[in-house]
């Protein structure tokens, strides 16, 4: 029996629209919640970034578009984008460790939208989500992206887990999959 739950799919397909309309579904028959989102930030049309959005409303950059190409040792980056790994763990990790404190008799979900290869420039990150995935207390709703390139170890990890199911979401079924993935998360929690 599948314990979390993730969707995968190409970037832009509605991956994080889709989890929000789990999460408000969750919410509203008062399911105990929480985690993060990531948006994208755009200024006059164009992409400057990422935002990290928690699930309680707090908002913290992940990355953000460098004007300067030379790319210093010290430096997280994905393509044109350097990654804020500190604002990103000030801003998780308090989220990740409280979903598994407290002591609600229901399993909680922990939404992690999304674990790609931004996120994974933190150690913290990485060993909180296995802590997560392993423990019983906690069913986790994420999202990850499609292999590409080197492959990503925690993403391969998730994908070969026997107790992960996975969805992958596309243009024919993001409008139609919504009830699938509410029922996968509801058995994850019995
Ligand atoms: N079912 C849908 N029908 C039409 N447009 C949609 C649908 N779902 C999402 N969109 C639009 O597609 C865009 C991307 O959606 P979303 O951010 O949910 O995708 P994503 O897969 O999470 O992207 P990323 O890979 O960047 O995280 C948004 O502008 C959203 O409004």
């Given at each position: 029996m599948s314990r979390h739950v993730f969707l995968t799919g190409p970037p832009g397909i509605g991956k994080t629209t889709l989890i929000q309309k789990v999460t408000q579904a969750?919410?509203?028959?008062?399911?105990?919640?929480?985690?993060?989102?990531?948006?994208?930030?755009?200024?006059?049309?164009?992409?400057?970034?990422?935002?990290?959005?928690?699930l309680s409303g707090k908002r913290g950059p992940l990355s953000r578009v460098s004007s300067d190409s030379s790319t210093s040792r010290?430096?997280?980056?994905?393509?044109?984008?350097?990654?804020?790994?500190?604002?990103?763990?000030?801003?998780?990790?308090?989220?990740?460790?409280?979903?598994?404190?407290?002591?609600?008799?229901?399993?909680?979900?922990?939404?992690?939208?999304?674990?790609?290869?931004m996120e994974l420039f933190s150690q913290a990150f990485i060993q909180a989500v296995r802590q997560m995935l392993a423990g019983s207390g906690t069913v986790v709703l994420g999202t990850i992206p499609i292999p590409k390139g080197k492959p990503l170890d925690l993403v391969?990890?998730?994908?070969?887990?026997?107790?992960?199911?996975?969805f992958t979401v596309s243009k024919?079924?993001?409008?139609?999959?919504?009830q699938d993935i509410l029922a996968a998360v509801e058995s994850c929690r019995q």
């Open positions: 969750l919410k509203s028959s008062d399911v105990p919640i929480d985690g993060f989102y990531t948006e994208e930030v755009k200024e006059g049309g164009r992409r400057r970034g990422f935002d990290v959005v928690t010290r430096e997280c980056r994905v393509g044109q984008y350097v990654v804020d790994v500190v604002s990103f763990e000030q801003l998780v990790l308090p989220v990740l460790r409280n979903v598994n404190q407290g002591s609600d008799a229901a399993k909680k979900i922990c939404v992690i939208d999304e674990i790609g290869k391969e990890e998730i994908r070969s887990r026997k107790d992960v199911e996975v024919e079924n993001r409008n139609n999959i919504l």
